[in-house]
Nanobody, 125 residues
Framework: QVQLVESGGGLVQAGGSLRLSCAGSGRTFSSFAMGWFRQAPGKEREFVAVINWSGGNTYYTDSVKGRFTISRDNSENTVYLQMNSLKPEDTAVYYC??????????????????WGQGTRVTVVS
């Protein structure tokens, strides 16, 4: 069993930055890849980024490349999403998720088996 708790969401102006955190507990945190997804009102949950077990490989959806950075600190059982140059279209509830695999580039929610409760990000222009 894995428990995931996100934090760091909030209200920010366009062009600003936020850093989301996802604290994990339960089975060995460093054993699996971790992803970030987001869901805007009235839309499906969409992939944002994923990082492999060691932090050595990362994948991003095209719309956030160059603006967002996913990272992890296995000693702290935490994965981060640094979000810069935020845009109103980044407004969503952001979720972290644990993959059952050491490494994955799976962009589908079905490829992840544990989820946090989400943290809301609102970007205003």
């Amino acid at each position: 069993q894995v428990q995931l708790v996100e934090s760091g969401g909030g209200l920010v102006q366009a062009g600003g930055s936020l850093r989301l955190s996802c604290a994990g507990s339960g089975r060995t945190f460093s054993s699996f890849a971790m992803g970030w997804f987001r869901q805007a009102p009235g839309k499906e949950r969409e992939f944002v980024a994923v990082i492999n077990w060691s932090g050595g490989n990362t994948y991003y959806t095209d719309s956030v490349k160059g603006r967002f950075t996913i990272s992890r600190d296995n000693s702290e059982n935490t994965v981060y999403l640094q979000m810069n140059s935020l845009k109103p279209e980044d407004t969503a509830v952001y979720y972290c998720a644990a993959s059952p695999y050491y490494e994955t580039s799976d962009p589908t929610p079905g490829g992840y088996n544990y989820w946090g409760q989400g943290t809301r990000v609102t970007v205003v222009s």
